[in-house]
C-alpha cells in the first residue's frame, strides 16, 4: 500500500481565517513533505520533515506553520493567507530520510482558495 | 548541479497514436529517475523508476522509459494512446546530498478523439 491520504479535499477560506490540513501515512516512511503547487507549474517544495524534526523550510512565510505531531501525520497550519496562497497544497513522503533517492508518494492534495 | 529539461510544454496526439515525452536531465552522479503523472486536481502518481539495471522501465498504464547515458535522456512512450493519458507530466530526479528532487516543467499531453 502506497497511500497517502490528505484532508479536506477542498478549502475555501478569508484572509483573517485559521484553518489547517491535514496528512497522513501508514507505510513507515521516515520523511514527509509539504508542496505548494500553482497552475501548469511542478510543485514547490515547502517544508520537509525527516524523522519527525523540521529539516527544510524554504524560506516559506511564517502564515504557513508546519507540525509533525508523530511519524504518520503532518498538519499545515494556515492563518491570515493572502489571495495569491491559492494553490494545490501537496503531501509526500517517502521511506528514506530528506535527500534520499527514495521514490516520493504524493497525496490527493488540498485545493485551496483564499478569498 | 541537478536538472531536469522537458521539450514541449503541450504535446497534442491522436487517439491510437505513439505517444512520446521527452526527459533529458543533467547529473553529477549516475541518476535515478522518475515520470509521474498528474490527473487534473490529483496529485502526483508514480509511473516508473529507473535506478539501475535494465534501462528499458516498464510502468503502468502502458507506459516505459529508456535510460539512454550517452544521451542524457529518459524519454517516456506509450504505443498507443488512450484517451485517458491526457495529464500533465513531470520527469524528476532526486537532487542530491541535501537536495530535494529536482522536477521537470513540466509536459501537458492531450488525446484527441
Known amino acids: 500500500d502506497t497511500e497517502v491520504t490528505q484532508t479536506p479535499k477542498h478549502l475555501v477560506m478569508g484572509m483573517t481565517n485559521k484553518k489547517s490540513l491535514k496528512c497522513e501515512q501508514h507505510m513507515g516512511h521516515r520523511a514527509m513533505y509539504w508542496y505548494k503547487q500553482k497552475a501548469k507549474k511542478p510543485p514547490e517544495l515547502m517544508f520537509v520533515y525527516s524523522y519527525e524534526k523540521l529539516s527544510i523550510n524554504e524560506s516559506v512565510p511564517s502564515r504557513f506553520s508546519p507540525e509533525c505531531p508523530n511519524s504518520s501525520l503532518l498538519n499545515l497550519h494556515l492563518h491570515a493567507l493572502q489571495p495569491e496562497d491559492s494553490a494545490l497544497y501537496l503531501c509526500a513522503s517517502s521511506q528514506g530520510g530528506w535527500g534520499s533517492t527514495d521514490t516520493q508518494y504524493f497525496g490527493p492534495g488540498t485545493r485551496l482558495t483564499v478569498l | 548541479a541537478q536538472s531536469v529539461t522537458q521539450l514541449g510544454s503541450h504535446v497534442s496526439v491522436s487517439e491510437g497514436a505513439l505517444v512520446l515525452l521527452r526527459c533529458n536531465y543533467s547529473?553529477?552522479?549516475?541518476?535515478?529517475l522518475f515520470w509521474y503523472v498528474q490527473y487534473p486536481n490529483q496529485g502526483l502518481q508514480l509511473l516508473l523508476k529507473y535506478t539501475t539495471g535494465a534501462t528499458l522501465v516498464k510502468g503502468i498504464n502502458g507506459f516505459e522509459a529508456e535510460f539512454k547515458k550517452s544521451e542524457t535522456s529518459f524519454h517516456l512512450t506509450k504505443p498507443s494512446a488512450h484517451m485517458s493519458d491526457a495529464a500533465e507530466y513531470f520527469c524528476a530526479l532526486p537532487g542530491g546530498y541535501g537536495q530535494n528532487f529536482v522536477f521537470g516543467p513540466g509536459t501537458r499531453l492531450s488525446v484527441l478523439p
Open positions: 547529473s553529477s552522479v549516475p541518476p535515478y
